[in-house]
């Protein structure tokens, strides 16, 4: 934006040089003039983040002191990018053999009034940028209940509610979706409802030997005990608990290769 900005101003600078001066051909002083200042301002963006911030985590009335801190880095931005442009065009000048010295005096407050409206706009940009990441982490569905990365290949974290929890995935017996949820079921009757799609946990289980054997459902191949198939082409999985589970003949290559 700063560079946009920038190269807007030089174009239309240039313009007003060529109607009244008449000098059609100058472009490279004022593209030189608001390069200057776009470098300065662009090594400068930290202040007006850091201003964001502050004034992002103030309430009630340590708002008026956010704002008062935000007032003060606003000061020093525009000092230091006055100061800066004003060097960077007097080196420019000197080595390209012109004499030049920068109008110190008549553009601080010509400056300074530019620079409040600019570092605000900085500022407000910032803002706006965090609290729309702080929506979009909150919006439902977006946080992930599989927290990445796992503490090891052999375990992954669930998120059931506000309690996380470690698991050895050989411990999962089976995945059924539930609504906006999906149900992990491990050994020794324990279960957790975590919200995610199934699809999700099916990407991220896969490799771990836990697939999709129904619409609604992923098992562990490894507790699978016996396969049964049926005329239909579906087919009957019973695990290692006794339980029972139908399948469909959609997500039979899941299991082919057990009863090759």
């Not at 503490?151 to 992954?156: F, G, K, L, V, Y």
């Amino acid at each position: 934006m700063v560079i946009v900005s920038c190269t807007l101003s030089a174009m239309s600078e240039a313009r007003d040089i060529s109607w009244r001066l008449g000098t059609p051909h100058n472009f490279w002083e004022p593209a030189m003039w608001d390069a200057t200042s776009g470098i300065v301002v662009i090594a400068l963006l930290p202040l007006a983040r850091f201003a964001a911030a502050l004034i992002g985590a103030s309430s009630g009335w340590l708002l008026a002191v956010g704002l008062a801190a935000g007032a003060a880095l606003e000061f020093l931005f525009s000092t230091l990018h006055i100061v800066g442009m004003g060097l960077l065009r007097e080196f420019v000048y000197r080595i390209s053999g012109w004499a030049y010295a920068f109008p110190w005096g008549s553009q601080f407050p010509y400056e300074m009034r530019k620079d409040l409206l600019a570092f605000c706009g900085l500022v407000t940009i910032f803002w706006l940028a965090d609290r729309l990441s702080i929506v979009t982490e909150s919006a439902p569905g977006k946080r992930p209940d599989v927290i990445e990365p796992p503490a090891s290949a052999q375990e992954i974290w669930l998120r059931d509610g506000r309690i996380s929890v470690l698991i050895d995935p050989t411990e999962i017996i089976s995945v059924t979706s539930a609504g906006n949820y999906v149900e992990y079921r491990l050994t020794a009757n324990r279960t957790h409802l975590v919200r995610a799609t199934l699809q999700t946990q099916e990407d991220r289980l896969a490799p771990l030997g836990i697939v999709r054997v129904h619409r609604t459902r992923l098992i562990n191949l490894r507790r699978i005990v016996a396969l049964e198939w049926r005329q239909s082409g579906d087919f009957e999985v019973r695990l290692d608990t006794g339980e029972t589970v139908a399948c469909s003949r959609r997500f039979k290559t899941a299991v082919a290769h057990l009863a090759a």
